[in-house]
C-alpha cells in the first residue's frame, strides 16, 4: 500500500537550519576537529533588548531588537543590523553565521554577527526611526564598539541610519569613534562606493563565472529578482559590459522585455519605489515568474528561501548567481546540483559590502579617506582573489560551487581555531 504525496508545503528552512546544513555538507570534505564544527553550530551569544520608543503621538511603543555575535576568532563581529516585520533570532543567528563564512572568504579579520529591530520601517517618521536608532545604539553599547563589533546597514536600514548610531555611541563614549559602524555616509568617515559595493561584487562574480564556463558576457541574458541597492548595480554593472537584461523586479512585481532593458532608464526601488512594476515594458509579471524565465544567468537579489523545492524544477535559468543572503533552501540546492545548473553562493556573490566596508574600517582607524577609484581597484582585487580560491576548490574536488566556497571558509576558520586554541 503507497502512501499520498502531502499537498501541504513544509514549512520554510529557517537561515540557521540552512547556514547547518551547509556547515555539515562543507565539514564531511575536510579533516577538521569535530570540536570545531559543532561549535561554529551555534551563536556565542545572543543579546535581545527592549527599546522603548515615544511616538510622534507622545505615545509609548516597545520594541524587541537583537544582535547575535556567531565567532570571532579571526577579529572583530561584523554585520548588519535591519529594521523588518520579520526580524527573529533565529534569523539573527543564522544570517551571522554566514557573516563569518563570509569574512573568511574574503579573507577579512572578522567574525560574524547580525542584529536588528522587529519594527516596519515604513511605519516610523524620521524623528521616530533616529529616536529608535539612538535608544537601540544606547541599548547594544555594551557589546559594540570597533574593535569588538561593527554594525552595519541591513534591510530597512541605511547610511543616515549608521550616522545616528555613530553619534549616539561617539556622545556615550565622549570621543568621536567613526569605526564603531560602517556604511556611514562619507562627510563622516563612509567610504565612497560601500553603497553600491554588494551589486558591484555580484557583477564582477557574474561575469568570472561566464568567463570560467566559456561564455561571452555579449551574448548573455540576465533577469534580476529585486531591483534594490544589490540587484540594480549589479545589473548596471553587467548593462554596461554588454550582458542584456531582460527582467528585473520590485515587490509589486517584474517587468520583461526579451530586447532587455536600459537598466540606467529603470530608477530602481530604493531610488523611486515603486517604479519597476510601474514602468512601460512589453510584458509584466509577477515575481514568481521572473524566477522561472529562460534565461542565462538569474540573480535573486531581493529576500531569503525564493527559491525552494517546489519552484527549483521550474528554474531555466543556466546559472544563479545570489544576490540575497540565503535566496536558496538546501532542498532547491540538491534539485540545482542534481540537474547540473551552477549556483555561485551569496557568502561570495554579494561579499563586496563588507569587503569595502573593511575599507571604510581601515579609514576610519587610519583617518585617511580613499578615493572611489582606489575603493574599485581594491574590491575588484580582493574579489578576484577569493573567486580564484573558491575556483581552486570547485576545481580539484566533484563539489558544488557552495561546498567549495565554504570549504575555502571553512578551512581558514579550522586554522585559526586550531592556532589559538581553547581558552581555558
Not at 522603548?52 to 576568532?73: I, K
Request: proline share 6%.
Amino acid at each position: 500500500m503507497t502512501t499520498a504525496e502531502p499537498t501541504t508545503e513544509p514549512e520554510p528552512e529557517s537561515a540557521v537550519e540552512t547556514a547547518r546544513r551547509q556547515l555539515e555538507r562543507a565539514a564531511a570534505h575536510l579533516d577538521v576537529d569535530d570540536g570545531v564544527v559543532e561549535r561554529l553550530r551555534y551563536p556565542t551569544d545572543v543579546y535581545r533588548v527592549t527599546v522603548p520608543l515615544e511616538r510622534d503621538d507622545g505615545t509609548t511603543e516597545m520594541f524587541t531588537g537583537y544582535r547575535a555575535h556567531h565567532d570571532s576568532v579571526r577579529g572583530p563581529y561584523k554585520g548588519g543590523l535591519r529594521y523588518h516585520p520579520g526580524v527573529t533570532e533565529d534569523e539573527c543567528v543564522g544570517l551571522s553565521m554566514w557573516m563569518t563564512w563570509k569574512c573568511a572568504v574574503m579573507d577579512l579579520p572578522f567574525g560574524g554577527a547580525k542584529g536588528g529591530v522587529i519594527v516596519d520601517p515604513k511605519e516610523l517618521s524620521r524623528d521616530e526611526k533616529e529616536r529608535l536608532t539612538r535608544r537601540f545604539a544606547e541599548e547594544l553599547r555594551p557589546v559594540i564598539g570597533p574593535m569588538k563589533d561593527i554594525p552595519a546597514p541591513d534591510m530597512g536600514t541605511d547610511p543616515q541610519t549608521m550616522a545616528w548610531f555613530m553619534d549616539s555611541y561617539s556622545m556615550q563614549v565622549g570621543e568621536t569613534t567613526p569605526g564603531v559602524v560602517t556604511g556611514k555616509p562619507p562627510v563622516i568617515g563612509g567610504s565612497k562606493g560601500r553603497e553600491k559595493a554588494p551589486g558591484r561584487s555580484v557583477g564582477i562574480v557574474t561575469r568570472e563565472a561566464l568567463d570560467y564556463y566559456d561564455r561571452e558576457i555579449e551574448d548573455t541574458t540576465v533577469a534580476v529578482q529585486g531591483f534594490g541597492s544589490v540587484g540594480a548595480n549589479a545589473a548596471r554593472y553587467l548593462d554596461e559590459r554588454g550582458a542584456t537584461i531582460v527582467a528585473v523586479s520590485d515587490v509589486d512585481g517584474a517587468i520583461y522585455d526579451p530586447d532587455g532593458f536600459d537598466t540606467n532608464d529603470v530608477e530602481d526601488h530604493d531610488e523611486t519605489p515603486g517604479m519597476v512594476s510601474t514602468y512601460d515594458a512589453p510584458e509584466k509579471l509577477t515575481n514568481a515568474e521572473l524566477l522561472e524565465l529562460d534565461v542565462d544567468v538569474l540573480i535573486p537579489a531581493a529576500v531569503g528561501n525564493v527559491l525552494t523545492a517546489e519552484n527549483a524544477r521550474n528554474v531555466q535559468a543556466d546559472m544563479i548567481v545570489e544576490g540575497a543572503n540565503g535566496p536558496t533552501t538546501s532542498a532547491a540546492d540538491q534539485v540545482f546540483e542534481d540537474q547540473g545548473v551552477a549556483v555561485i553562493p551569496d557568502i561570495l556573490a554579494n561579499a563586496g559590502g563588507v569587503t569595502v566596508s573593511y575599507f571604510e574600517w581601515l579609514q576610519d582607524i587610519n583617518r585617511r579617506a580613499w578615493s572611489l577609484e582606489r575603493v574599485h581597484e581594491e574590491l575588484e582585487t580582493e574579489m578576484l582573489r577569493a573567486w580564484e580560491s573558491v575556483r581552486g576548490e570547485y576545481d580539484a574536488r566533484d563539489v558544488t560551487w557552495r561546498d567549495a566556497t565554504y570549504l575555502v571558509a571553512l578551512s581558514r576558520i579550522s586554522e585559526a581555531h586550531d592556532a589559538r586554541g581553547l581558552w581555558p
